[in-house]
């Protein structure tokens, strides 16, 4: 990976981030805030509001895998941390009550600390890909100007966080995701996308007027692309071996 690249990216990515107009005047259907609300908290702590870092066993090794890695970890952890920032803004707007711990969160810091940082890696990256979908779908329904433009924000920021997760896996798979990581790869993203949907987070999308069929093809949409892109930088690769392979054959 070009650590140092993505380093300049998250620091840079830091300036100039217009702030959401928060005291904007507020109005909206009682039966769609009262679920923004719940939604919204519950993704609050979900989005850099927990233990906002790599927290599995062996969370050291991919820390210390190559020169200022950990530097970037922290970077893009700190990015994450902003998301709860603007997310807390937004609960505030639909006077939502923050939420400090639920049975989800536990769950899910629970699986990431037990089966290994390759696990927590690829389960963050999963996290990535549909909280996109669901931050998509809630600028598009939401018809509130600041709430819009908080999504916006954290969309640009994801986008590039799974640049960084597709960069990270293909150094460490330079002919591709093997055939097991792959299948793992889309039985944890329909997984997630189930959790999400038929939780708080779904019942908001429902009420603002999202169908489950809009919402998985973007989920689908979302880890094809991923699985596309790295099949691609596969290919690339290879190509960049064989064509070095031939310099060294006899004229």
């Not at 009682?30 to 850099?48: H, I, N, P, T, V």
């Amino acid at each position: 990976m070009n650590i140092k690249a993505w380093i300049e990216h998250f620091e840079r990515n830091r300036l100039h981030r217009t702030e959401p107009k928060w005291g904007a005047p507020f109005a909206m259907d009682e039966g769609k805030r009262a679920a923004l609300a719940r939604s919204l908290a519950e993704y609050q702590l979900g989005d850099g509001g927990g233990e906002c870092k790599l927290v599995a066993r062996d969370a050291h090794l991919f820390r210390a895998s190559q020169r200022d890695m950990d530097r970037l970890v922290d970077l893009w952890f700190s990015e994450e941390r902003e998301h709860s920032r603007l997310l807390s803004h937004a609960v505030k707007r639909v006077r939502g009550t923050p939420v400090t711990d639920s049975f989800a969160m536990r769950l899910f810091y629970a699986c990431r600390r037990t089966f290994g940082v390759q696990f927590e890696m690829l389960v963050l990256l999963v996290v990535e890909i549909v909280s996109t979908a669901y931050y998509r779908l809630i600028r598009k329904y939401v018809r509130d100007e600041p709430l819009e433009a908080m999504c916006k924000l954290i969309l640009r920021d994801e986008a590039r966080h799974i640049d960084f997760h597709r960069d990270r896996l293909i150094a460490r798979m330079p002919h591709g995701p093997t055939p097991a990581w792959a299948a793992m790869f889309f039985f944890l993203g329909e997984a997630c996308a189930t959790f999400l949907w038929i939780g708080k987070n779904g019942r908001c999308l429902r009420v603002l007027g999202t169908s489950r069929a809009e919402f998985f093809c973007h989920v689908r949409r979302g880890l094809a692309t991923f699985s596309s892109s790295c099949e691609s930088c596969a290919v690339i690769f290879e190509a960049s071996e064989n064509a070095g392979a031939s310099d060294l054959l006899p004229g």
